[in-house]
């Protein structure tokens, strides 16, 4: 089976641009001591809005592998694929983000659930788990209401892994599954009894993306109490060794955080957390490539300005067309919106200011930012003037891509950080 390394990296860009940049990033950590492992993704979704196809995503990581280098390994993501959508991954990709976030709710069959219990006496009742100072809550009733709301789902990750299976052979891609995209945090007795489920399904889950408490809204940082999720986090974890232990899960199974990009206020939680226990960790984070881009292009001279400009523009103007595909994952004050005017008459470097996720930064708006991260689909309307604009700022826009994922998001998470925070 080919087995993921400990530490992974989504990395990948809207435009398919930045794939050397990104991994540039990954060699500069990589010779600072951190081995992070890069899997390039885009979901269907952002393939139908650029009118892009998987194999893009193949053919830009191939290109960025082969011109810089990499020896270690690489992947291509399927992301957030269902079964009708994982058809079009199939030959480009070598892990499978399976989706069933829709799924949960939906009742498995009452003989299925009935089945799932008399299996698993060990969750209708407390667990204890090494690692973890109570043991997790569980009980016949709480069991019972657990397997009703995810069993269906994990059958529904069975039916997509099998088809994957048919086509590509066992052993031959990574598996994750994830139930991130929706509404209700997974607490960690449901993660418990969601990978169970997961190990009877023979789906061999090599991450999981449970959603976790708080908010992870596009491109800025986390809305929610750290402490918590903290707890939440280092509990997660042990219920993951527990479960690879128990279940006879991969022993690289860990956990998969979609972070919407740019989390920075947990990244010290979470990177202590994982020191602690010597645990691996998958991050999807660079979504937001596309942002460094228009930084690149503001700052690059008159034209990228004024590009950067008129696609804010656009963006107020088509607001809710924008948004609406995103709208359990942004929370944008319009009243702290600049007006289209205000933003026309910026310099490069004051746009640039109000974009760069830079809280210390008075300009910095996060509502503008939001705004522009769902917003990439104008820039995709503009085609040849938009990437000939990329093309004309290269080795700026590079630089921000790069620094970006070094220095916000890869040095606070795997390097040493100091223990308060
Ligand atoms: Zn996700």
Redesign the pocket.
Known sequence: MIKIPKFTMGVGDRFGKQGQAQLSALIAAREAGIAVCPVWNK?HREHSIIHTDPGDVRREADAAVNALGWQDPYFVDA??INLTTVDGFLDSSNFF?L?VADAIGSPAPTADVDAFLSRHAELCAPVVIDGLDQAVELSPARAKQITETYLFAVQEAGRIYQRIVDAKGEGTFVTEV?M??TPQPQTPEELLVILAAIADEGIPAQTI?PRFSGRFNKGVDYVGEVAAFEREFTSDLAVVAHAVKAYGLPDTLKLSV?S?SDKFSIYPCIGRALRAVDAGLHL?TAGTTWLEELIGLAEGGAEGLSIAQEIYRSAVGRYDELCGPYADVIDIDITRLPTVDEVASWSGPRFAAALRHDQSCEEYNPDLRQLLHVGYKVAAEMGARYLDALDASRDVVATHVRENLLDRHIRPLFMTMPTTG
């Open positions: 979901s992301d957030h983000t989706d994830s991130d995209e993306a979609h919407g999807k």
